[in-house]
Nanobody
Framework: QGQLVESGGGSVQAGDSLRLSCAAS????????MGWFRQAPGNEREFVAG???????FYADSVKGRFTISKDNAKNTMYLQMNSLNSEDTAVYYC??????????????????WGQGTQVTVSS
């Protein structure tokens, strides 16, 4: 199982964009579905976006049309392009590996091998 390392977080103004990266060791992306989650203080960890081994994508309703998930298998890196950020997007963002090649369950319990997280702070 590959280790995951997130990067790209930061502090931005409402309406700005950020791109998060998740680097993995090994052939994680070609064997398993992947996902992005976020957790704000006092809240449970919630699903943001997911991508299957075949590049089928899934999004939470709250980010549809604003966020785009993608991956580069050759670079073993997954991305989350976040546009039109607002204060409700403030959270620690995590990437994780699913137990299967496809996403059938967006619960955090369906994912393993979590990264350490990267903070995203959006000021209004």
């Amino acid at each position: 199982q590959g280790q995951l390392v997130e990067s790209g977080g930061g502090s931005v103004q409402a309406g700005d964009s950020l791109r998060l990266s998740c680097a993995a060791s090994g052939s994680t992306f070609t064997r398993y579905a992947m996902g992005w989650f976020r957790q704000a203080p006092g809240n449970e960890r919630e699903f943001v976006a997911g991508i299957s081994w075949s590049d089928r994508t899934f999004y939470a309703d709250s980010v549809k049309g604003r966020f785009t998930i993608s991956k580069d298998n050759a670079k073993n890196t997954m991305y989350l392009q976040m546009n039109s950020l607002n204060s409700e997007d403030t959270a620690v963002y995590y990437c994780a590996t699913n137990y299967s090649p496809v996403i059938v369950n967006t619960s955090p319990k369906a994912f393993r091998s979590w990264g350490q997280g990267t903070q995203v702070t959006v000021s209004s």
